[in-house]
Each structure stands twice: as C-alpha cells, then as structure tokens.
C-alpha cells in the first residue's frame, strides 16, 4: 500500500524557515520523481517544487525560486522541501506527490500518488 506522509508544518512567523518532510512507503521510491503542492483556502492547488527521480534536477514555482528548496534522500525514501523568508501567503496545506517519471510535472492531477498533507500557517 502506497503511502506519503508529511510532516514539519505548524505556525511560524513571517521570516521564519521551516522543513517539511514526506516520508513514502508501499512502492519503488527512486523510480518516481516528487512534487510539492499547496492549496491555500479557496484556491487551486498550485506546484512549489519538484524533483526529478535521482535528485539531479529540479523545478520551483515563480514564487519559490530563491527561497525553497526541495532535496531528496533515496536512503529514506523521503523528499524534503525547505522553506525560507516565509510569508504569510505562504499559508496553505502543503502536500507531497508522486509521478512515476524521470521529469516532475507541474500539474497536480499528472501526479499518481498523494500525501494527506500539512498545514503551515504563517503570521504577520
């Protein structure tokens, strides 16, 4: 059974840095590339980061070039996604995903496999 679980999220300060953490289990973890999503309350799901299946190639969303940045370790089996200089429209449910692909897409519903997510809030 394919499971991702996040974790790390909680209520920070806008400036402030947090590390989420996507734990995956139930399947081949280094045959399939990882995404980061968020949705916040009223919006589409939007792409934050990805990373290609052996971590040699990634990709942000225009807003988190220069302060997130995704990592994987295929020991783990977890992918990471951290999080700096946060803003408080940064607030949203975070959620890790999984496409079984050498190039992450950037379109939620490409992806095959869904954490249940994890809210990070942050306040002005």
């Known amino acids: 059974q394919v499971q991702l679980v996040e974790s790390g999220g909680g209520l920070v300060q806008a400036g402030s840095s947090l590390r989420l953490s996507c734990a995956a289990s139930?399947?081949?973890?280094?045959?399939?590339?990882m995404g980061w999503f968020r949705q916040a309350p009223g919006k589409e799901r939007e792409f934050v980061a990805g990373?290609?299946?052996?971590?040699?190639?990634?990709q942000y969303g225009d807003f988190a070039k220069g302060r997130f940045t995704v990592s994987r370790d295929n020991a783990k089996n977890t992918v990471y996604l951290r999080m700096n200089s946060l803003k408080p429209e940064d607030t949203a449910v975070y959620y890790c995903?999984?496409?079984?692909?050498?190039?992450?897409?950037?379109?939620?519903?490409?992806?095959?496999?869904w954490g249940q997510g994890t809210q990070v809030t942050v306040s002005s």
């Open positions: 139930g399947y081949t973890f280094n045959w399939y590339g």
């Open positions: 990373i290609s299946r052996n971590g040699d190639s990634t």
């Open positions: 995903a999984a496409k079984h692909t050498v190039v992450t897409p950037t379109t939620a519903s490409e992806y095959d496999y």
